[in-house]
């Protein structure tokens, strides 16, 4: 028994490296908030100075284009930035132009919603390096 335990564990383990990422100057953050799915992305890995950060908004299945949305930017010194972003008009993309100034740890929190409606809220970190 404790042999097939240790072959799991191995097992487990070597699938888990063979997956594993470096998520280092880049967001991995798809997820649902109510019933809307979020994907935020770099259009290329992150970089001190000015970024373009995609996010894309779906609602039961259906893309977004009218939706009301702001990405708060804290960085590692504390300060926060609010930037508003850009509808592209191509499947619920929203493109924010953020600037990195510095390398650390980022915190953001991503407000969104309709024009009448619950504002909807999701929080996240990334690291700059």
Same mark, same amino acid.
């Given at each position: 028994?404790?042999?097939?335990?240790? /072959?799991?564990?191995?097992?487990?383990? /070597?699938?888990?490296?063979?997956?594993?990422?470096?998520? #280092?100057?880049?967001? @991995? #953050?798809?997820? =649902?908030?109510?019933?809307?799915? /979020?994907?935020?992305?770099?259009?290329? $890995?992150?970089?001190?100075?000015?970024?373009?950060?995609? /996010?894309?908004?779906?609602?039961?299945?259906?893309?977004?284009?009218?939706?009301? +949305?702001?990405?708060?930017?804290?960085?590692?010194?504390? +300060?926060?930035?609010? =930037?508003?972003?850009? %509808?592209? %008009?191509?499947?619920? $993309? =929203?493109?924010?132009?953020?600037?990195?100034?510095?390398?650390?740890?980022?915190? =953001?929190?991503?407000?969104?919603? @309709?024009?009448?409606?619950?504002?909807? +809220?999701?929080?996240? #970190?990334?690291?700059?390096?």
């Amino acid at each position: 028994m404790k042999v097939l335990q240790k /072959v799991i564990l191995g097992l487990g383990l /070597v699938i888990g490296s063979v997956y594993a990422q470096d998520v #280092s100057n880049t967001i @991995h #953050s798809p997820g =649902y908030i109510k019933d809307y799915r /979020v994907i935020i992305k770099p259009a290329t $890995e992150l970089k001190q100075g000015n970024n373009d950060i995609n /996010v894309n908004f779906t609602h039961k299945g259906h893309s977004h284009n009218d939706l009301n +949305t702001k990405l708060t930017v804290l960085s590692p010194d504390k +300060t926060s930035i609010d =930037y508003k972003g850009a %509808n592209t %008009n191509k499947n619920g $993309e =929203y493109v924010f132009n953020v600037n990195l100034p510095q390398k650390g740890s980022y915190n =953001y929190i991503l407000t969104f919603s @309709h024009n009448v409606g619950v504002t909807q +809220t999701k929080r996240g #970190s990334f690291n700059l390096n």
